[in-house]
């Protein structure tokens, strides 16, 4: 005999309100010079920080502030377009140009974007899980798969952190 699991639909913002929210966001990260709106993850909660991505059509640099957790060197984050449909247009673009800048509250650092996959896609998600319970429920509101974001720092790239 199976079990059916239900998981309860979870409330989401309009989608107005969610790209409103981000839009204020880089705003204020604007605003004050990036002195205000990125932050490190911690006691299991993720962090903010800002991606740089090269336009995917237009050659032209691109920056959104997304959330981010910490595996080892690497940053890891989803690609769920406000658990919208489709894709954002930072991993569209990651997946053309896989090299980028990330602004973290510490500094500068350049990456190479993939998707996680196999195993690691599974130990990553669920660490993601463990920070937001309802992962689950919010990635069954989209048709395709989410991708797992890893962020890993570009090998003999100049480190532009400061401090180091």
């Not at 979870?10 to 990036?34: Q, T």
């Not at 053309?96 to 500068?108: K, S």
Request: glycine share 10%.
């Amino acid at each position: 005999m199976s079990v059916e699991h239900r998981t309860k639909t979870p409330w989401l913002p309009p989608r107005w309100f969610i790209r409103l929210a981000w839009s204020v966001h880089r705003g204020v990260y604007r605003v004050f010079g990036g002195r205000i709106g990125l932050w490190r993850p911690r006691d299991g909660k993720w962090g903010a920080l800002r991606l740089t991505t090269t336009g995917r059509r237009t050659g032209r640099q691109r920056s959104v502030v997304i959330a981010y957790v910490e595996d080892g060197p690497n940053l890891v984050s989803l690609a769920m377009n406000g658990w919208g449909e489709g894709e954002p247009a930072w991993w569209l673009n990651l997946q053309t140009h896989p090299d980028a800048t990330v602004d973290l509250v510490e500094g500068r650092r350049l990456v190479r974007g993939h998707a996680a996959t196999g195993d690691e896609r599974l130990r990553l998600w669920a660490r993601w899980r463990e920070i937001d319970t309802n992962l689950d429920a919010y990635a069954a509101l989209r048709t395709s798969e989410t991708a797992v974001v890893v962020l890993e720092p570009i090998p003999g790239a100049p480190n532009t952190m400061p401090g180091t």
